[in-house]
């Protein structure tokens, strides 16, 4: 079980932090992280920090896509941690 949290903590972190990063780089002009990799991290234990990083840093809030799957990925989570 410890292993399973470690994971989820580094991952949910790594979500979080590369969601600040591509706001940063939204505001800046630079090249940016693909939505397929938010999708891909969440899906894989990261989105719980995606979801907590989208209004803390006001990015993808809008795109229906992240409001809608996000949360689906979140229950699909915890339904895979029980």
Same mark, same amino acid.
């Given at each position: 079980?410890? @292993?399973? @949290? =470690? %994971? +989820? =903590?580094? *991952?949910?972190i790594?979500?979080f *932090? +590369?969601? &600040?990063?591509? !706001? %940063?780089?939204?505001i800046?002009? $630079?090249w940016? *992280?693909?939505? %397929? /990799?938010?999708? &891909?991290?969440?899906? +894989? &234990? &990261?989105?719980?920090g995606t979801? @907590?990083?989208?209004? *803390?840093f006001? $990015? !993808? /809030?809008?795109?229906?896509?992240?409001r809608?799957?996000?949360?689906?990925?979140?229950?699909?989570?915890?339904?895979? +941690? @029980?």
């Open positions: 079980m410890t @292993i399973k @949290i =470690v %994971y +989820l =903590v580094i *991952i949910n790594l979500s *932090i +590369l969601m &600040g990063l591509d !706001k %940063y780089k939204a800046n002009n $630079h940016r *992280i693909s939505e %397929y /990799t938010f999708f &891909g991290l969440s899906l +894989l &234990g &990261g989105s719980f979801l @907590i990083a989208m209004p *803390i006001h $990015h !993808k /809030t809008k795109k229906n896509s992240f809608i799957l996000i949360p689906i990925f979140l229950i699909i989570n915890i339904i895979m +941690l @029980i």
